[in-house]
């Protein structure tokens, strides 16, 4: 029975269900000291003194460190990529030291016996601040008056890039075409990962020795981050990643109070834990998405889409988050937008600044959602512009599904993709013509329903090209190794990690079938790069098209190691010889020759059995990259059906559709639950999710009461279809299906939204979506 | 203070600091399942049951627990729902799930077959940031119709 497409229940699921998580906060080794922060008050300040004498002086308090004393611990880290020419963002300490800049920046450590004691010496320190002000608004932050933030750069500019493919201005001077413009604003959005962030680190000074459990995503990028900055070498710093609590992209970057944490523990030589509670993680971890972009769009009249045109701008806080930089959200948004149509030209705008806010860098689908929500909301202007319907406008403008490979007007090269596909799957599974009809018919009674439609386009499974030429220590690659053990069971071990999504399933399924056996009889071993080959870890949706690949790789050469020694043994060739069911068989007869555990004792215990010159081997190891494109898009299509209350502006959400094209699907089982979450996480963004700022730079969504995310009553059931086109990068063919439902999601409630505001002659451009700003839109509030 | 209470079913013995909460009581006790996610009431991921009501750990005192019968997801007995969870992936992350778990089987124990909409309005109060929610929603609706041979 193939493995590959089974929709095998999680082994690790069993264990999470009891309550027998190995998450990092459940972790109390003896000794164990407990970290906490102060935090700077405000957006911007000087430092002009402090007093830790109390502090030190109180109950269980072991330690109390500030900015000044990290800093002889902890070099710098300067958060730019080298290829995104001319990016600039100044050394950012573990500590401030000096100067804050945004509300919630550490500045003091203090290390305890225990969190609560911890925190009560916390609030014995005094820090005297002289308030700076505070550059909070992105647009303001550029004016030539603005305050500076950081005075060497001379400008608050983090970054600029422009595009321009093609005749745009002809496009949009000919009278006879028809052009939209709309100016959207993106609230700033964060991952409210379930578990905040928590690390424990213990050092042994007898081998000088780090070893770090830590929630996160990418155990060797901390490993070589940590070492790079605690000044150690790599070998002697071991990251061990297992239960992660929720990640999301959140769990990727480096965050001072966390390498502040493992310098405590060096100094100390104890086991420091740090773990944010949730004020903590609104006000440090990563913010993404705050973005405006004014677009406009030139349609011929026979509906062919001619040209877009962006701006965008988007403030990244006061420092380029280190080391995949800040600027990775911006630039996507612009080289997205329009990615699923043939478009003859295209001009585009960013400028990435600094303000005194939480900094933002990557969270799920990094970028997509803004650019499918700019496109998608572009072309549902044309379409009721000039009177089309939005489905047939877009089968008209998307890039046909037999034209690949095809490069986009900003470079990007696009290959095996299905949106043609993907929207005919979609109208049939939402039943689009009577919908439609629904629609009008309660319309006629005064009920205001919206049908949204989304094209898409995500990056996955990325390239050396995304990070590496840019000189950030971020693997591309990941690496694989499949042994069998003394009694022929099979372990893997991989560097791509766990957290949830169901690595460790399919990579057994994949090596299951490759070896002929049942993925549930495998053991698969990730998170610690004390065991496990190098690799990138997960992020950007690349656990089965680089992880699996190079687990499926790993897994040939076992067989071929297997069926050579076998041959060897039964004095035949290997290509007479196949496995099954646990077996080495005949391949023309499938008859059983010897079991796995039979060779494997015979390797293991009883050598004297080979013939001369027979390597000993049962274990491969196989490293993968994805060469000859920058990266694996996948594609897909979204509706979403709404009915917006016109007198209180609540929207309900009625139905989702997506239709995906994953490529090969290892789990399909896996990869819906993946997609349904991830269409959640962008409903958040489209209807309740937003960091609010006071002008002063004060985060006003600093709880879950202030920061609403999506629950179960308000989501609807989320039906879901696939179309497969298999990548023709690898061998297995699997994209990835990580960013999917969050390219989309928002975009397709948008335009829903906007379709049932639509005959009352109301438009709303701004996520979240709340019923606030759908009054204002409809001039019922000012 | 000392607190004597039962928890999972054994009679249990802590010292506890007035300010320290029941989930952080429990989690020192060895029961690390009910987990903090908020610790002001709002994400349910510290969900455990008191007494047979499902009550936040984050919000209730250890002290306050004297006496009473304290019940976490490692003493849940309800392996159908748990089984459920893992046959439809109803977590990914699964920190969110012990909480779902208490909070879903104060649900399932009311003694009638709830719809999709209850479902989902009584698992309100627990967020899941990972799954969609719709699968959770699939496992409790299944096992309860099971436990009270309804059709599907």
Known sequence: MTQIGRALPRPNARRL???????????TPPRMLHAVFVRSPYAHAVITGMDLDAARAAPGVVAVYDGADMATQITPWVGVLTHMVGMRSPPQPALAVGHTHWQGEPVVMIVASSRALAEDAA?????????????????????PDAPVIHPDLGSNLCWEKRIDVGAVDVAFADPANTVVERRFVFGRHTGVTLEPRVITADYDAAQDQLTVNYSGQVPHMMQEVLATHLGLPQSQVRIVAQDVGGSFGIKIHTYGDEVAACAAAR???RPVQFAADRYESFQSDIHARDHRVTARAAMAPDGRLLAVDVDDITGIGPYSVYPRSSAIEGNQVINLIGAPYTLPAYRARLRVVFQTKVPTCQYRAVGHPIAMAVMEGLMDD??????????VLREMNLIPDDAYPVRSPQGMLYADLSHQACLTRLKELMGYDALCAERDAMRARGVHRGIGIVSMVEITNPSPMFYGVGGAPVAAQDGAVVRLDASGAVHLSSSVTEQGQGTETILAQIAADVLGLRAEDIRVQTGDTAHMPYGGGTWASRGAGIGGEAMRAA??????????LAGAVLQCPPSALALAGGAIIDAASSTERMTLRELAQMVYFRGNELPAGQAAELIASRHFRVEGMPFVFSNGAMASYVEVDVETGLVTLLNHWVVEDVGTILNPKLVDEQIRGGVVQGIGGALFEECLFSDDGQLLTATMADYLVPMAGEMPDIEIAHVVTPTSTSALGAKGAGEAGTSGASGAVMNAVNDALRPLGAQISQMPMTPE?????????? | MR?????????????AEPRQSLADAVRAAGFTGTHHGCEHGVCGACTLRVDGVAVRGCLMLAVQAEGAEVVTVEGLDAPDLKAAFVRHNALQCGFCTPGMLMTAAELLESGHVPDRAEIRDHLSGSYCRCTGYQAIVDSVEEVAQARHGAKP
Request: hydrophobic share 50%; glycine share 8%; proline share 6%.
């Open chain 1, 17 to 27: 269900v009891e309550g027998a998580g190995r998450f990092v906060g459940d972790l």
């Open chain 1, 123 to 143: 609030e014995l320190v005094t820090v005297d601040y002289d308030p700076l002000p505070p550059v909070t608004d992105m647009e303001a932050a550029l004016a």
């Open chain 1, 267 to 269: 100094l100390l030589r």
């Open chain 1, 382 to 391: 044309l379409a009721a512009a000039t009177g089309r319907d939005p489905v």
């Open chain 1, 555 to 564: 897994s040939v050469a076992l067989r071929a190691q297997v069926l050579e």
């Open chain 1, 773 to 782: 700003r759908i009054l204002r839109s409809l001039g019922l509030v000012p």
């Open chain 2, 3 to 15: 607190v004597t209470f039962r928890l999972n079913g054994e009679a249990t013995v802590i010292e």
